[in-house]
């Protein structure tokens, strides 16, 4: 049996706490305790990449003509796991609550993200 296949869910029902545009600290590997923006969510594969951070150098070889060798830096991704969420009201570093409140222009009640110390909503930067 096919137990050991993770989320198969569809991409629209797949969630994750944090979200491309947020500031994020990261608490695992090279780049512990700092602080970056995430470029990229992956929510079928739990990770996010985060802009600047993680990085490896390539080795690339040149191709032909149109692909010239040296080196490049590539963030690679972390996963969700590995990066805890900045608050945009009170800037700690916090686990991310869902809760359902009043927000943007008409008001409508949506579960949105709270910061689990100052309570308050986080900023999404996907949403407008
Ligand atoms: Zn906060």
């Known amino acids: ?6 989320n ?5 029902l797949i969630k994750m706490n944090i979200k491309k545009g947020d500031r994020v600290v990261i608490l695992a590997g090279k780049d512990r305790k700092k602080e970056g923006t995430v470029s990229r969510a992956l929510p079928q594969a739990n990770k996010v990449i985060v802009e600047g951070l993680n990085v490896v150098k390539k080795h ?3 191709q032909g003509q149109t692909r010239q060798g040296g080196v490049i830096e590539k963030a690679m991704p972390l996963h969700v796991s590995n990066v805890m969420l900045l608050c945009t009201e009170c800037g700690k570093a916090t686990r991310v609550g869902i809760e359902r409140r009043p927000l943007g222009a008409d008001q409508k009640v ?3 993200r709270v910061c689990k110390h100052c309570h308050k909503v986080i900023a999404d930067h996907t949403r407008s």
């Open 1 to 6: 049996m096919a137990t050991h296949l993770k």
């Open 8 to 12: 198969k869910k569809p991409l629209h």
């Open 60 to 62: 690339i070889r040149p």
């Open 110 to 112: 949506r579960p949105v």
